[in-house]
């Protein structure tokens, strides 16, 4: 389904990965306040996020964060529903967790 990894593994998978996708399921307000570097703002509260999800290329593998690790596994559980067929990665602990530069 997914796996909860935590900031180490997270950074360094995606880092290396030409197949990665990196996901921001939080509101815009919280994304104002830092974002990680190079992510896709999709807010999982918006009514539209599972039609922005289905515009996803199934085949490539997700990171996706929030900011306690809470809604980004809710979001990868959904993604594994929909038939996402490459890795999905959720940050354990979330942004809040995250000790390496945030962008602004």
Do not use: H
């Amino acid at each position: 389904m997914y796996q909860n990894i935590d900031e180490i593994d997270f950074a360094e998978k995606f880092e290396a990965d030409d197949n990665g996708v990196l996901l921001d399921v939080r509101t815009q307000e919280e994304y104002d306040g830092g974002f990680i570097a190079g992510c896709e703002l999709m807010d999982i509260f918006q009514p539209d996020f599972k039609t922005k999800l289905e515009g996803l290329d199934k085949s490539k593998n997700y990171y996706v964060y929030c900011r306690s690790g809470n809604r980004s596994g809710q979001a990868c559980g959904l993604m594994a529903q929909m038939g996402f067929t490459g890795e999905l990665y959720n940050l354990d602990g979330g942004i809040m967790g995250w000790t390496q530069d945030l962008e602004y």
